[in-house]
């Protein structure tokens, strides 16, 4: 019954070293947003589509990438790994215009 | 400026209490949704309610209840007979129809409830 699956749960990543995280969904929405969670903090929103056409919020680092081959899959990529981006990365999809979000359970990213 | 406040940043009670979520909005746009969510320690946003602007008809479901009143742009959530599974961290969220997409998240309230 999943709709918005994260892979992997757990990444630990190398200082520096290029790493992915993965989103699909079920659900067929037309916007997949793409979230960093900090420990107790509110999650803070990186980027999100709208279908092919993509949104990027003014304070997210050029680390940070997206891509959206199609409407079920999305991937976050971070280039460059810091200790700072360490953190829970959340996966959402949304129909769009006041429709409700729905979360994958997230990927806790480590870096070493 | 914060568009969600949700001034309580952690509640502590005490089981089959009543507990009250404060969330205060802010919005010039006449359309907009509100929204809270549950985050368990699992990590994972759970959806838990939707209401828009134009319908401040307050809403039971089972031990939960919300109260919309526009005229002090607040959002409230009461968990009634509290139990312990509901201790989570809970988020209200925002969505304005000329922002389009975008939600804005309070800093949430760390319930626990204690047996």
């Known amino acids: 019954d999943a709709m918005v699956i994260q892979n992997p749960r757990y990444q630990v990543t190398q200082f520096g070293k290029p790493v992915t995280l993965s989103c699909s969904q079920t659900l067929n929405h037309n916007v997949m947003y793409w979230y960093q969670q900090k420990s107790s903090q509110a999650p803070k929103l990186l980027f999100h589509y709208y279908d092919k056409d993509f949104n990027n919020e003014a304070d997210t680092p050029d680390n940070f990438q997206s891509r959206r081959p199609n409407t079920s899959f999305c991937f976050l990529d971070i280039r460059s790994p810091g200790l700072g981006d360490a953190a829970m990365y959340l996966c959402a999809t949304s129909r769009g215009q006041g429709g409700a979000a729905f979360f994958g359970q997230g990927t806790r990213l480590t870096v070493v | 400026a914060q568009k969600v406040t949700q001034a309580q940043t952690e509640i502590s009670v005490v089981e089959k209490e009543d507990v009250t979520l404060d969330c205060v909005y802010e919005t010039r746009d006449t359309t907009y949704y509100l929204f809270w969510y549950k985050q368990p320690p699992s990590g994972e946003l759970v959806f838990l309610i939707r209401?828009?602007?134009?319908?401040?008809q307050n809403e039971i479901s089972g031990r939960y209840s919300w109260n919309f009143q526009k005229s002090t742009s607040s959002f409230n959530f009461t968990i009634t007979a509290s139990q312990v599974v509901d201790s989570a961290v809970y988020f209200c969220a925002l969505s304005e129809a000329f922002t389009g997409n975008q939600f804005y998240f309070g800093t949430g309230t760390s319930l626990t409830v204690i047996p």
């Open positions: 209401r828009n602007s134009f319908d401040e």
